[in-house]
DNA sequence: ACCGTGCTCCATAGATCTATAGAATAGCCT
DNA sequence: AGGCTATTCTATAGATCTATGGAGCACGGT
């Protein structure tokens, strides 16, 4: 007896409406994106090479997945991740692809991420060594994804003005960069950068994402000075978390 | 910042390559058959419902992705998932379609599965009655699958036979039945059967890939038919793994 | 060796997906 | 209203994927 074979077969279905939205890569790309930051289908369009169009198409796709969700602001539409779940999903797609795919480390490893890598800091070598004054917390990452949430204390630095205001990073005191996520390029980049000017440097273990899903403070707006652009919208820690440790990450700023 | 824009869209593609195993709805149904035992590739088709060849391409992709891995004996191939991660990633896939996909509640609930689910009976719950002999827990999962793994203690009646056997059940003992997951619909169909002939009877909150993920014992080999666990041949495996990004072993999300 | 079994490989028709141009729509600005 | 801008919708050619029958292979039994 066939106990409701047909209505199982809906259900797999169903999942595999989610499914469809990670075959391609480039919607793998956007969810990363977006799970750092909103952003506008131009935006997104041009962050991953795409005509304005197909990117529309791709983000289409992802809403009848309900994977996003959109905000309209006037005349342009802001793109999200609809939901934490989300996020989790697309780390347990890359936790997967790291454990099994030799090919990604090879890749990882022809960027230099492990050999600029050394090893990485942990987050609770981070918490405290950031009380003890003895690192700068950088994030390399673009502007609006700093905004948008960055480790309490973080400055931002993103990696393309790096070169031409190193000089605003204090010579003695190393400096731990994070970005993305452990398949995110930016930090390990920085590194190798900063290193190659003569600073000590390290990567930290994963990215904002991970961060927030341990539960840590995330601070939103824009931090301590060094930052350029509109400094409009300065409010901070929208959804606290459960913060199982010391809230706030250094002092100064 | 355009980098290794090219080596990124590299990294992008071996995501996709995983992505693409779960865009078919038969293929995210194998994978969660394997993720219970391995199983020879005629009984996979069986299981399915697909022609032979059909099944047998599918798992070739699987196979592509390093999703799965095969195991001969003799003239004939078992296929299993290629590792924790693989069971842990259908899990998050899971768990975002019922928190982001209003469809599949649905999907369920028409199929009786809250109806009849009233509350689920919580790990912790379950540990704390079994000990007091409050308890009768009952596999309904096929017995290939209990014998590839099950809670220690538990007995073997698959769903198909229930209703024939029920005289093996001391009907003053409540009967916790689980099966493969929370979308799996073997044990609140038992649960159904079970009410309907007067008995008490629960669901557990999960399955046994969530009971193994949290590190929580498992018991292999064909268990004791009549007694409690006088196993013969029941070594029992605890792997201690650090659940992934959730810190207890409560409930999740 | 020969044959049967259980799978995989190959070829292919039919279905589905992707990129993209051009038209249509929604909200702002004057 | 009329003109703009940012997006979405529509249509479509070209690429990719799926199911399936039949050939080919490996293994074990006789």
Redesign the interface.
Known sequence: ?E???G????????????????????R??LL?LLCQAERSVEALAEAT?LKLTTASAHLQVMRQ???VETRREGTRVFYRA??E??C??V???????R???A??DQ??R??GTDAAGTERVSRDELLARVQAGEVVVLDVR?EEEYSAGHIPGARSL???HLEARLDELDPDLEVVAYCRGP?C??AP?AVALLRGRGRRARCLEDGLP?WR???LPVEEGIGARSGSSDGTNARSSRRERRAPRSPAVGGRS
Chains 1, 2 share one sequence.
């Open positions: 007896m106990h409701g074979s209505r199982r077969a809906d259900l797999y279905e169903q999942l595999a409406r989610i499914g469809k939205v990670v075959v391609h890569p480039k793998i790309e990363d090479g997945a309900r994977l609809a939901g779940e989300v989790l999903f780390g347990a797609l890359n936790d997967l692809a454990a099994r795919l090919e990604v890749i990882l022809a960027l673009p993103p990696l393309e398949l390029l930016l980049e991970e899903q341990a539960g």
